[in-house]
C-alpha cells in the first residue's frame, strides 16, 4: 500500500449505531487530518494531529470522536449521528516542521468515507 | 485573517478551449504556500502544484499553467485545450505561518468540459 488509504469507501449507518472511520498514512508524514465535505460546502478541517497530539479541533460536535494511535493511524469514531452529517469524509497526512509545509507536494489525501446517515 | 476566495463555482466548456479558474487569497503572513487540487468525481483530492510566497514565477507543466501575482494576492489556473477529463472540481489552498500552516481551502470550482 502507498500514500494515503481509507476505509470503508462507503458507510451506511442508522443514527443509533456506532461505526468508525480508518486511515493509515505510509508516506512517514508526522501530521494527520480529518476533514468533511458537504455537498456544495467548502472543505471543512475537522480535526488536526501532529505527532499523534491533537492540535486542533475546530467545533467539531461530540458524535465525532478522533484517535491517533500512532503517526500512522487516525481513526474517527461515529456515534449518534445526525442525517445532516452525511457527507464524504476525507483523511489526509503531510510533513511539518516549524517552517512549514516540508513536503513540496503538500498534504496526501486520501480516497474519502462516503458517509450516509439515515 | 485568512481566506481564499475561488468566486466561480461552476464553469462549462466545450472541449479543446482554454479555461482560467481564479483565485483569490488573503493573508497577512510573509510566508505562506499556495496549492492547487483536483478532485475527480472519484472523490480523491489531487496535488496538482505548491508555490512558495517567495517564488512568483509562473509555471507550466503540459496543458496546466499557474499564474501567481502577489500585487493582486492571487494564484490563477489556467487549462489550455481542456480535454473531458479534465472535468472535475477544482480547490485553491493557502497555508500559513500564522496559521500553524494549517490548509485553509476555497470552496472550489467545478469545470465541465464538454465533448
Known amino acids: 500500500e502507498t500514500g494515503v488509504t481509507q476505509t470503508p469507501r462507503h458507510l451506511v449507518m442508522g443514527m443509533t449505531n456506532k461505526k468508525s472511520l480508518k486511515c493509515e498514512q505510509h508516506l512517514g508524514h508526522n501530521a494527520m487530518y480529518w476533514y468533511k465535505q458537504s455537498a456544495k460546502k467548502p472543505l471543512e478541517l475537522m480535526f488536526v494531529?501532529?505527532?499523534?497530539?491533537?492540535?486542533e479541533n475546530n467545533s467539531v460536535p461530540s458524535r465525532f470522536s478522533p484517535e491517533c494511535p500512532n503517526s500512522s493511524h487516525l481513526f474517527l469514531h461515529l456515534h449518534t449521528l445526525q442525517p445532516e452529517d452525511s457527507a464524504l469524509y476525507l483523511c489526509?497526512?503531510?510533513?511539518?516542521?516549524?517552517?512549514?509545509?516540508?513536503?513540496?507536494?503538500?498534504?496526501?489525501f486520501g480516497p474519502g468515507t462516503r458517509l450516509t446517515v439515515l | 485573517a485568512q481566506k481564499v476566495t475561488q468566486a466561480q463555482t461552476e464553469i462549462s466548456v466545450v472541449e479543446k478551449e482554454d479555461v482560467t479558474l481564479d483565485c483569490v487569497y488573503e493573508t497577512r503572513d510573509t510566508t505562506y504556500y499556495l496549492f492547487w487540487y483536483k478532485q475527480p468525481p472519484s472523490g480523491e483530492l489531487v496535488f496538482l502544484i505548491r508555490?512558495?510566497?517567495?517564488?512568483?514565477q509562473n509555471e507550466i507543466s503540459g496543458r496546466y499553467s499557474w499564474n501567481f501575482q502577489k500585487s493582486t494576492s492571487s494564484f490563477n489556473f489556467t487549462i489550455t485545450a481542456s480535454q473531458v477529463v479534465d472535468s472535475a472540481v477544482y480547490f485553491c489552498a493557502l497555508s500559513a505561518s500564522s496559521g500553524t500552516y494549517k490548509y485553509i481551502f476555497g470552496t472550489g470550482t467545478r469545470l465541465k468540459v464538454l465533448a
Open positions: 494531529y501532529n505527532f499523534k497530539e491533537q492540535t
Open positions: 489526509a497526512s503531510s510533513q511539518i516542521t516549524n517552517t512549514g509545509p516540508a513536503d513540496p507536494l503538500g498534504e496526501f
Open positions: 508555490r512558495n510566497s517567495f517564488d512568483e
